[in-house]
């Protein structure tokens, strides 16, 4: 029985971390079909949208049925409460991937505002966070979930930026007041998507350690 | 023991009513810093963000506890996961309402952007869903839930017209651009709340039916 549940256990990792290969792919493919104005890109991203959905509901319903028969405690518990976490933060970053993908489709019909400024290295910085979460994950590493949670801060300062370049190119220009506006709708799920790592970094600092660190602000009494 | 359990259920419930009290709260008073231009009510919601996150923080623990304590099964674990995520909705909405503040004190510095379009509309429904998603949740209520979620599309909807007004406004002037562009952040912000509210009442129905009903477009098989 006990055996059994270990690999319950391990079977519920494997679906957690093939979703969030799912959805690591949807933000590459979605970015690029930005970057690269790549329509074909941001169909396949449209195209995969229900596998994630479809995951995220599979996998609720895994640890939703542990939970029920297992009763688990301590760690186990942390482990199945993170995944129930961390699916609907793999599910929110895919349906960034969708947005990112509408606005490259309304790009593509516009005049083009070159050169997309800070987009890439603000892509790369998110893609390496949702990555490193998921590795983190793998091998319970808290160094580097904490090193994903640092990370949010430059995504943030590269998102100020951008908006700062775009904000003053549509302020010159109003011939591309349209894909700049797209432009920052896509930096802001950039954004979000950095987010989402972040809860997860600190879902895998939770069930790994049992300490909870969101809200580093917070004095806690 | 039985019965201490049922009243460990309601206490939480109340609990998480009350953090949806905070978070409703903060959204009306953020929204009304950007609309009446009170720099007042901004600051208020950065001063009660604490209590917010720490009312997550206490939800998830209770939460946890009694999923180790009781091993509840079928609708009392459902319960349990749904007020969960619910939490982390909450907590949300919460951000949300401080992003929309640190807006409005950026935009008092500027030039306003008047008439403030749709977005008095917009937030009025926005709130409403959120108010109603935690009446559906007291209530058990699933009709009141699922009108919660058809109220999405409609906060979509000003969204986009608002958009469209404000990228006008931005093409003919371009000394509003930056109020404008603010507008647009708050304008996500607000539909970003809706999305929150339809997860609680999604949540709610999940609850009371046992039955998932996120992903609609999705072929049950």
Do not use: C
């Amino acid at each position: 029985m006990e055996r059994h549940f270990e690999h319950d256990l391990e079977e519920l990792k494997q679906r957690l971390l093939w979703m969030g290969s799912l959805a690591e792919r949807a933000v590459h493919q979605a970015v690029h079909a930005v970057l690269d104005a790549d329509e074909a890109l941001a169909e396949a991203v449209l195209s995969e949208e229900d596998a994630i959905n479809e995951m995220q509901i599979e996998i609720d319903d895994r640890v939703q049925r542990l939970l029920a028969l297992q009763a688990p405690m301590a760690a186990d518990l942390r482990f199945l409460l993170a995944v129930a976490r961390i699916n609907g933060d793999l599910e929110r970053i895919g349906d960034q991937a969708v947005n990112i993908s509408h606005s490259a489709m309304r790009i593509l019909r516009h005049p083009q505002v070159k050169p997309y400024v800070d987009l890439p290295r603000m892509t790369e910085l998110a893609e390496g966070m949702v990555r490193d979460s998921l590795n983190a994950l793998v091998r319970g590493d808290q160094t580097l979930a904490r090193s994903v949670m640092q990370r949010d801060d430059q995504v943030d300062r590269l998102r100020d930026q951008l908006f700062r370049e775009l904000l003053t190119y549509m302020m010159e220009n109003s011939s591309v007041v349209f894909s700049a506006f797209e432009l920052v709708l896509v930096a802001k799920n950039i954004e979000r998507i950095g987010d989402h790592a972040t809860n997860i970094a600190e879902d895998v600092i939770y069930f790994v350690a049992g300490r909870d660190v969101r809200h580093p602000a917070l004095d806690r009494r």
